[in-house]
């Protein structure tokens, strides 16, 4: 084999064995960063609240996608929970019901969670 071809070879095959390790699964795939393997239920994304729908008394996670701090909270003062910049935090709402939130530090932002 000429020195052209068995580079091209050489190059072949670690371009295989890197894709199929970049395809490997993980059963972590598409969850929070804090390791719960559970997605998050409310995310935080360009200074937006995506929409929620969780089960009452059930412990559930919100993301923060933001490179900036903002904080989950209650109109009628139920909670109020602070998420840094790329960070986790876990909630729990105890009672069903229609939760309409805003960000203390950004007043613009508002959300609901619906908790059935």
Known sequence: MNTTRW????AAACLLAFSLAACSSDSKSSSDSSGSGAPAALTI??????A??????????????????????????TFS??????????????K???YKIHCEIHASMH??????
């Open 45 to 50: 994304q360009s200074s937006s609240f995506s």
């Open 52 to 77: 929620a729908s969780v089960k009452a008394g059930t412990e559930f996670t919100i993301a923060n996608k933001d490179g900036v701090t903002h904080t989950v909270t209650d109109d009628g003062g």
């Open 81 to 94: 929970v602070r998420v840094t910049g790329g960070g986790t935090e876990k909630l729990t709402i105890p």
């Open 7 to 10: 580079r091209l070879a050489i």
């Open 96 to 98: 069903a019901g229609t």
């Open 111 to 116: 959300g609901t969670i619906t908790v059935t």
